[in-house]
């Protein structure tokens, strides 16, 4: 298994500002996700941190809003970027163990992020 | 396509009783299934999952579910449920890529 931080735990910000949110593995793992869940509903995955290159963003999702980096196999951070009220949501960072088994994930305790 | 139906949004149930909760998927390709649990104001925890071999699967806190295929089902089930069950169950799905697809979620409420 594998443990996940964030930081930080909650925000909240003011529209047209951007937040950057970290994630923190104890071990190296192969892949990391970030997801949003809005208030109320499911997550939908955002991006696949690819480390040492860019992101692989799912449909609606784009690089110049939501800026990843994943500089080694433990870490990497999400930018929410010129937010807006909409962006309000919790954002969650998830890895795959190193015992690799698709799609078993291991999620952080996740961001709460409310926009004024 | 891969997709997660859970039918039940609610399901309020009192402390004891057994509870079951839905989950059907669509997928054209074989597929792996998690049941992952959300408590309040926290992340996922992964309660179960199903790879292949034995189509009923044991998790923790007591849950187990069971694959159906012919049904595309997984449901999960608890024998008697206690107050700290009290959270949001997610259903989901992976297949040939490493993405986990999400139903929408069922909240368990358990009442003393």
């Known amino acids: 298994s594998a443990v996940i931080s964030q930081k930080p735990s909650r925000d909240i910000c003011q529209r047209g500002t951007s937040l950057t949110i970290q994630c923190q593995v104890d071990?190296?793992?192969?892949?990391m996700f970030w997801y949003r869940q809005q208030p109320g509903q499911s997550l939908t995955l955002i991006a696949t941190?690819?480390?040492?290159?860019?992101?692989?963003?799912e449909s609606g999702f784009v690089i110049d809003k939501f800026p990843i980096s994943r500089p080694n196999l433990t870490f990497s951070t999400l930018t929410v970027s010129n937010m807006s009220p909409e962006d309000s949501s919790i954002y969650l960072c998830?890895?795959?163990?190193?015992?690799?088994?698709?799609?078993?994930?291991?999620f952080g305790p996740g961001t709460r992020l409310t926009v004024t | 396509a891969q997709s997660v139906t859970q039918l039940d949004s609610q399901v309020p149930v009192f402390e004891e009783a057994p509870v079951e909760l839905r989950c059907n998927y669509s997928?054209?390709?074989?597929?792996?299934l998690f049941w992952y649990v959300q408590y309040p104001n926290q992340g996922l925890q992964l309660l179960l999952k199903?790879?292949?071999?034995?189509?009923l699967v044991k998790g923790i806190n007591g849950f187990e579910a069971e694959f159906n295929k012919s049904q595309t089902s997984f449901h999960l089930r608890k024998p008697s449920v206690h107050i700290s069950d009290t959270a949001e169950y997610f259903c989901?799905?992976?297949?040939?890529?490493?993405?986990?697809?999400f139903g929408t979620g069922t909240r368990l409420q358990v009442f003393p």
């Open positions: 941190a690819n480390q040492g290159s860019e992101a692989t963003y």
């Open positions: 989901a799905v992976s297949g040939v890529s490493d993405k986990l697809i």
């Open positions: 998830s890895a795959q163990a190193g015992d690799y088994v698709r799609g078993e994930q291991y």
């Open positions: 071990s190296q793992v192969t892949m």
């Open positions: 997928s054209s390709v074989s597929v792996y």
């Open positions: 199903y790879l292949s071999g034995s189509t």
